[in-house]
């Protein structure tokens, strides 16, 4: 920009020159045919003067005046040139300027996406510790209730009668409850960590329903389930 501002006045200023070269040339031409057709000799007459006066005003002003028009029009027409390179310029800057603040929206939005991404991905760790607390805490309650029955039965050995069946059906009952809640589990654990959520909310909603859904179906195999754990 400021090379083509310099190069546009520069322009300016030899085209004046120009002006003024033709205009003392043409002034000297003028002197020059006067002199060669009436004479070199300084008059002392003020006839003479007025008569050479009249001449130079009549072939000398015209022309000035059409040479003043040309370099008016060439000033107009190169401000005019300055002023578009100035708007184009201004363009080209305002148009940086908003490639430059799109940019930082997008970052910005990228940054937000960033963190969201990394809220969900902790929402996420943490729904499946709090899922596996719930598998570790049934998987102690199989490995209790299968020693249980086992010692049981040996205790019992063949006096089985029908309340230490009904003892030993509960414990076998209670146990397969345990695994069967573990395996429920674990599905649940392994369908959140694999899901894409797009908000936390969605984290914290799908392991709210997908835990009811496992001990409601507990509880359709197993009645009275969701009053004993939950």
Avoid at 52 to 81: D, N
Avoid at 206 to 224: R, T, W
Wanted: glycine share 6%; net charge negative; proline share 1%.
């Amino acid at each position: 920009m400021d090379i083509l501002v310099s190069q546009i006045r520069r322009g300016i200023f030899s085209f004046w020159f120009l002006i003024v070269a033709a205009a003392v040339s043409a002034l000297a031409l003028t002197i020059y045919l006067y002199r060669f057709k009436f004479g070199g000799a300084l008059s002392a007459n003020s006839s003479d003067w007025s008569a050479f006066g009249t001449y130079i005003g009549g072939v000398f002003g015209p022309l000035i005046s059409f040479l003043t028009l040309l370099a008016v029009l060439k000033t107009v027409y190169l401000q005019r040139e300055l002023l578009n390179a100035q708007r184009e310029e201004f363009d080209r800057m305002n148009l940086l300027q908003l490639e430059a603040f799109d940019s930082q929206q997008e970052q910005v939005a990228r940054s937000d996406r960033d963190a969201l991404t990394l809220q969900i991905s902790a929402a996420q760790e943490s729904a499946v510790r709090l899922v596996e607390i719930r598998i570790n805490m049934h998987e102690r309650d199989f490995d209790r209730q299968y020693d249980m029955s086992f010692r049981f039965r040996e205790e019992v050995g063949d006096n089985m009668s029908e309340g230490n069946f009904n003892r030993l059906q509960g414990m076998i009952d209670h146990r397969d409850r345990a695994r069967e809640s573990v395996d429920l589990l674990s599905k649940v654990a392994l369908d959140i960590a694999i899901a894409n959520f797009s908000s936390v909310a969605g984290v914290r909603e799908c392991l709210k329903e997908s835990m009811l859904a496992v001990y409601a179906k507990l509880d359709a195999a197993y009645p009275g389930t969701q009053k004993q754990i939950l």
